[in-house]
């Protein structure tokens, strides 16, 4: 990332980067299912939604999920609901608040930018106490539209009121910093339950080996 500089303001991608899904898998297996079965879940929910943005429709991140547990499971409407209602009762994971509170305390404004559904990313960083580390909690849901589309990346640093060039996101999704970087913002992607960052992607992304390594880099870049 060559002649780029330090951010003003940092977004965090929210499902798996910031909040930990847990919950959701528990209650997967409180309704007989396998816990491994949210990993395939979580996917097709992700394809789903993609495929719907790239054919140039569009549905919301709850109708996807819906979409996706039905095509592996049995379970009916309402236990899929309660499953999607788990979402609300997401914590951060233990390494979030530390690199938040790192972020702030360099003057750096902290956001989170999602197209999950609305208030996932409110409930989760009140529930993790790290809410007044947050200045907003943006959903692409807002302008009908799904990450890794450039538009999401661009209405997010038109509502901080930051030039693209001056933002960058952060995420364990090598999908979403591509597109941060595509739209050109800066980007700075770690492991969660990604190996590796893909070597068919933008080239540009700061790969670091966890959350504090891709905190460390970004502010390392010159003001």
Request: aromatic fraction near 6%; glycine fraction near 10%.
């Amino acid at each position: 990332m060559s002649g780029l500089r330090r951010p003003e303001v940092i977004a965090f991608d929210v499902n798996e980067t910031l909040l930990d899904l847990a919950p959701v898998r528990a209650s997967l297996v409180e309704l007989g299912e396998p816990a491994d079965l949210l990993g395939t879940v979580f996917t097709r929910t992700l394809l789903t939604g993609f495929a719907s943005a790239a054919a140039g429709t569009w549905c919301r991140f709850r109708d996807a999920f819906d979409a996706a547990l039905t095509q592996v499971s049995d379970l009916s409407a309402a236990d899929r609901g309660r499953v999607a209602e788990a979402f609300l009762e997401l914590a951060p994971h233990p390494d979030v608040e530390p690199a938040l509170r790192r972020l702030t305390a360099a003057g750096v404004r902290v956001v989170t930018l999602t197209h999950g559904s609305p208030g996932v990313a409110e409930a989760g960083v009140e529930r993790g106490g790290i809410a007044p580390l947050v200045e907003r909690s943006m959903s692409s849901e807002v302008i009908r539209a799904w990450k890794p589309a450039r538009e999401v990346y661009l209405w997010a640093a038109g509502v901080c009121d930051v030039a693209p060039e001056r933002m960058a996101l952060v995420a364990a999704h090598g999908w979403d910093v591509h597109g941060a970087l595509r739209a050109g913002l800066g980007g700075a992607w770690f492991p969660r339950t990604e190996r590796a960052y893909p070597g068919v992607y933008d080239p540009a992304a700061l790969v670091a080996g966890d959350l504090a390594g891709a905190v460390d880099a970004l502010l390392a870049l010159p003001a």
